[in-house]
T-cell receptor
Framework: TQLLEQSPQFLSIQEGENLTVYCNSSSVFSSLQWYRQEPGEGPVLLVTVVTGGEVKKLKRLTFQFGDARKDSSLHITAAQTGDTGLYLCAGYNTGNQFYFGTGTSLTVIP | EAGVAQSPRYKIIEKRQSVAFWCNPISGHATLYWYQQILGQGPKLLIQFQNNGVVDDSQLPKDRFSAERLKGVDSTLKIQPAKLEDSAVYLC????????????????FGPGTRLTVL
């Protein structure tokens, strides 16, 4: 059961372009986290959003939690080759069960 | 501060054989997680320990998978017998507080063990 669906599944863009990754669910999540995973390594936490409608910015990355707490997005401005990786959303549903999303593989071409 | 340690990094076995993975979490972390990550997919939580008690093992295939965390520190995940579909990376993670602050705690991941079942 995939409670968190991410789109797109694959994304290949030129350096300097902007992109948005989406994380959607039919269930309500008490919080959402975003991770980035590089080949051969474990995921690394980027951000946690807790409040519906919350927006957090980390340098060129902007994270938003939907008002109904069922969806989230990650926007990257002026992508760099170092942004290449697998982006994963994850969170606890209201039943305190933890799920990762299906993943978005991003490749930034120099 | 040392990170989460896992061993072995790679393992190749034949189907119906048994295999075990070991994880040593960050010192002082109460919560330990085991995940299965199939290539190109997000990790799937297999089991979550809080100290040495099981918090969630709802997605653990209990007919062949088992895990223990004796003394609330390091942990072992075992597969017996292995099937072809068990080929995946097995990730271990730990966090300081876990269910005490669900969704707010940071999980720190190890590098994983890549299992190939032939």
């Amino acid at each position: 059961t995939q409670l968190l669906e991410q789109s797109p599944q694959f994304l290949s863009i030129q350096e300097g372009e902007n992109l948005t990754v989406y994380c959607n669910s039919s269930s309500v999540f008490s919080s959402l986290q975003w991770y980035r995973q590089e080949p051969g390594e474990g995921p690394v936490l980027l951000v946690t959003v807790v409040t519906g409608g919350e927006v957090k910015k980390l340098k060129r990355l902007t994270f938003q939690f939907g008002d109904a707490r069922k969806d989230s997005s990650l926007h990257i401005t002026a992508a760099q080759t170092g942004d290449t990786g697998l982006y994963l959303c994850a969170g606890y549903n209201t039943g305190n069960q933890f799920y990762f999303g299906t993943g978005t593989s991003l490749t930034v071409i120099p | 501060e040392a990170g989460v340690a896992q061993s072995p990094r790679y393992k190749i076995i034949e189907k119906r054989q048994s295999v075990a993975f070991w994880c040593n979490p960050i010192s002082g972390h109460a919560t330990l997680y085991w995940y299965q990550q199939i290539l190109g997919q997000g990790p799937k939580l297999l089991i979550q320990f809080q100290n040495n008690g099981v918090v969630d093992d709802s997605q653990l295939p209990k007919d062949r998978f088992s895990a223990e965390r004796l003394k609330g520190v390091d942990s072992t995940l075992k597969i017996q017998p292995a099937k072809l579909e068990d080929s995946a990376v097995y990730l271990c993670a730990s966090s300081l507080e876990g269910i005490a602050v669900p969704g707010l705690d940071t999980q720190y991941f190890g590098p994983g063990t890549r299992l190939t079942v032939l």
